[in-house]
C-alpha cells in the first residue's frame, strides 16, 4: 500500500503523525512524505536526513500524487492556526475530484491534529485512533532531528496531544484523524490501520 502525508514543512509529518507512518512502515508498506511549498534549504536538508520516509518535494502537488497513486492520504486539519498548513489542506481538498475523476486516484483521506488540538474557530475532534505507544520513543526521534526548530518543545505539546488522545482511545500513546469524505463518500473507519 502506498501512504501520502502531504505536509507544508519538514517536521510536520513526524510531528503530528510520525508514530502512525513508522507502524505503516513496519508493516511495509511505502511511506511518502510531500512538500508542496517552497521549503527553506536548511529545513529541506534535515528532512533528508530523516530517509526512513520519502521525500518528495513537488513542483506540481497533482503530479507528484498521481504518480504514487497512494492508498491513504493525511494532510493538516482545515481550521490549523498556521496559515500554511491551512493552505495545504485546501490544495489537497480541492484536488480530490480531479484525482478520482481523471487520475484514477482513488484514496481515503484524512485530517490530522494540530497545536493542542485548537483550530482558529474550532477544536480539532478526532473519530479515529491509531495506537503509536510502541513507536512513540521512534518518533520522538524523529522529531529531534529538526534541530533548526526546537524539537524539545514541540517533543513536549506531541506528548501532552499523545497522550490526550490515547486516553480517548484507551491507550497509553495514540494519534487522532478525522476522515474527509471523497465525492460524498465516507467510510467510517474502526481502525485506520
Known sequence: MNIASIVAHPDDAEIWMGGTLLSYLNKGNNIYI?????????????????RIFKSIFAENLLDSISSIKPNLIFTHWYDDVHEDHRKISKMVSSMLPDLLAFRNVNPRVFYFGTYNNFGRNNIFQPIDFVDITKYF????????????????IWINMIKNINSFHGQQSGVKYAEGFIEIPVMGILKRAKEIL
Open 34 to 50: 510531500i512538500y508542496p511549498l517552497n521549503i527553506n534549504k536548511n529545513r529541506q536538508k534535515e528532512a533528508q536526513i530523516n
Open 137 to 152: 520513543g521512534e518518533k520522538v526521534k524523529l522529531i529531534s532531528v529538526y534541530k533548526s526548530q526546537n524539537p524539545k
